[in-house]
T-cell receptor
Framework: NAGVTQTPKFQVLKTGQSMTLQCAQD?????MYWYRQDPGMGLRLIYY???????DKGEVPNGYNVSRLNKREFSLRLESAAPSQTSVYFC????????????FGEGSWLTVV | GESVGLHLPTLSVQEGDNSIINCAYS??????FIWYKQESGKGPQFIID?????DKRQGQRVTVLLNKTVKHLSLQIAATQPGDSAVYFC????????????FGRGTSLIVHP
């Protein structure tokens, strides 16, 4: 089992460029999440998907879009990258049963210059 | 909104000592709590969890204590080892709604050999 896999691991973007972070899980989980992590701050939820076909905004959704392509995949898109989006992005998944563990990917380091 | 916080941003201990990492939560309705460990350059990993109907839960070398009266959570690590050096996050969740844990800022644990 690979668990939660994110790509790319590292990316440098110029302001205004667009890109998509890919995420896939092989645990047959219903729920998937995108968080960002900034220095000195905890994990902040960008978007989540409680099940295939549904997505909802989290705490910091501005500047991002998501697609729950199928049960396995949940992508995060930056349409016009800004320096404020320089961060580490984590994808996560859970079976959606309340009170069960959320599993995280290894992270994607994004720098916007 | 309500948030989860940590009392100490950095904790330094000697190898072999016991470590205690504290966490205060403010949402009295939260009924599920989780501790994660994050090593440098990696995603958060689940350590242990506890539900609000419990005061204490033990794992391998780790114990989580929950004091609902003062809304306080702690993680105790016995016989701390250099491999325990990491950032530790607590998270709270309300299992009656959408399952979206809220994370604290994290405490950096440094174990000196």
């Amino acid at each position: 089992n690979a668990g939660v896999t994110q790509t790319p691991k590292f990316q440098v973007l110029k302001t205004g460029q667009s890109m998509t972070l890919q995420c896939a899980q092989d645990m047959n989980h219903n729920s998937m999440y995108w968080y960002r992590q900034d220095p000195g701050m905890g994990l902040r939820l960008i978007y989540y998907s409680a099940s295939e076909g549904t997505t909802d905004k989290g705490e910091v959704p501005n500047g991002y879009n998501v697609s729950r392509l199928n049960k396995r995949e949940f992508s995060l898109r930056l349409e016009s990258a800004a320096p404020s989006q320089t961060s580490v992005y984590f994808c996560a998944s859970s079976d959606g049963t309340r009170g069960n563990t959320i599993y995280f990917g290894e992270g994607s380091w994004l720098t916007v210059v | 909104g309500e948030s989860v916080g940590l009392h100490l941003p950095t904790l330094s201990v000697q190898e072999g000592d016991n470590s205690i990492i504290n966490c205060a939560y403010s949402n009295s309705a939260s009924d599920y709590f989780i501790w994660y460990k994050q090593e440098s350059g990696k995603g958060p990993q689940f350590i242990i969890d506890i539900r609000s109907n419990m005061d204490k839960r033990q794992g391998q070398r780790v114990t989580v204590l929950l004091n609902k009266t003062v809304k306080h959570l702690s993680l105790q690590i016995a016989a701390t080892q250099p491999g325990d050096s990491a950032v530790y996050f607590c998270a709270e969740a309300l299992t009656g709604g959408s399952y979206i844990p809220t994370f604290g800022r994290g405490t950096s644990l440094i174990v000196h050999p």
